[in-house]
């Protein structure tokens, strides 16, 4: 279970008899309330500096931190970039970032399935990004939880890896029509896996007929340059 957000449980609570004639009132909660107001800071604190922040979220293995990489490569000197990395253990992903000679914290939440906002505030005072700067939110792998907290972002991006078959966007419709931005990641595996890349889209398109597609391979550098090009016009 989440300790952040209690999924797993339901949110909605009612009035019920204990049958001894005493009645038990629960009243029911924005859970989100809080973090949306965290959120909200964290958006007009990133809009002051004109810092685009992207909340990057995928399953496990679709190979953000990859893509971030040869992100970053492609960005070189045409922008400053920073880096929020979340994990529930290890700082594997913010050393792989600082080693591109970018500036990244580690969030671990333990046993929490998401990044909120309030721990997102904490790490963007610590980071400090620079004015005019590109800031990507790595999130925990999680195709579920981190669909329902905003972050302060500009734009959240999901990904997907070709590996992953082309039916996720129906299975995890929140994230999808939660998201802007789809990355079809992975693509140089197509002909060695079951996935038609067209139905991929149509399906993410079922649940959210304004998604924007980039089709990648992060370890190959296939599509980045057009992915980057995004990021540093919009």
Same mark, same amino acid.
């Given at each position: 279970?989440?300790?952040?957000?209690?999924?797993?449980?339901?949110?909605?609570?009612?009035?019920?008899?204990?049958?001894?004639?005493?009645?038990?009132?629960?009243?029911?909660?924005?859970?989100?309330?809080?973090?949306?107001?965290?959120?909200?800071?964290?958006?007009?604190?990133?809009?002051?500096?004109?810092?685009?922040?992207?909340?990057?979220?995928?399953?496990?293995?679709?190979?953000?931190?990859?893509?971030?990489?040869?992100?970053?490569?492609?960005?070189?000197?045409?922008?400053?970039?920073?880096? &929020?990395?979340?994990?529930?253990?290890?700082?594997?992903?913010?050393?792989? &970032?600082?080693?591109?000679?970018?500036?990244?914290?580690? #969030?671990?939440?333990? =046993?929490?399935?998401?990044?909120?906002?309030?721990?997102?505030?904490?790490?963007?005072?610590?980071?400090n990004p620079a004015p005019g700067s590109i800031l990507f939110?790595?999130?925990?792998g999680n195709l579920v939880c981190p669909a329902m907290f905003?972050?302060?972002?500009?734009?959240?991006?999901?990904? &997907?890896?070709?590996?992953?078959?082309?039916?996720?966007?129906?299975?995890?419709?929140?994230?999808?029509?939660? !998201?802007?931005?789809? &990355?079809? =990641?992975?693509?140089?595996?197509?002909?060695?896996?079951?996935?038609?890349?067209?139905?991929?889209?149509?399906?993410?398109?079922?649940? =959210?007929?304004?998604? #924007?597609?980039?089709?990648? !391979?992060?370890?190959?550098?296939?599509? #980045?340059?057009?992915?980057t090009d995004y990021l540093l016009n919009n």
């Amino acid at each position: 279970m989440c300790t952040t957000c209690g999924c797993g449980d339901s949110h909605h609570h009612h009035h019920h008899d204990n049958g001894d004639g005493q009645v038990t009132v629960s009243l029911e909660q924005d859970i989100l309330g809080e973090n949306n107001r965290h959120a909200a800071y964290n958006k007009g604190f990133l809009a002051a500096r004109s810092v685009a922040a992207y909340n990057i979220v995928s399953s496990p293995g679709s190979g953000k931190t990859s893509l971030l990489e040869a992100t970053i490569k492609a960005i070189a000197g045409k922008r400053p970039v920073a880096v &929020i990395e979340g994990d529930q253990h290890t700082d594997n992903d913010a050393q792989r &970032i600082t080693a591109q000679g970018v500036p990244a914290i580690q #969030i671990n939440t333990a =046993n929490g399935c998401h990044l909120d906002a309030h721990m997102v505030g904490h790490a963007i005072e610590d980071l400090n990004p620079a004015p005019g700067s590109i800031l990507f939110i790595e999130n925990v792998g999680n195709l579920v939880c981190p669909a329902m907290f905003d972050l302060g972002e500009k734009k959240r991006v999901v990904v &997907i890896s070709v590996t992953e078959g082309d039916d996720k966007p129906l299975k995890y419709p929140y994230m999808f029509s939660g !998201s802007q931005i789809c &990355i079809i =990641n992975k693509i140089d595996l197509l002909p060695y896996v079951d996935c038609d890349i067209n139905r991929l889209k149509a399906n993410a398109l079922k649940v =959210n007929p304004g998604l #924007i597609f980039f089709e990648t !391979s992060a370890t190959k550098s296939t599509g #980045i340059d057009t992915w980057t090009d995004y990021l540093l016009n919009n």
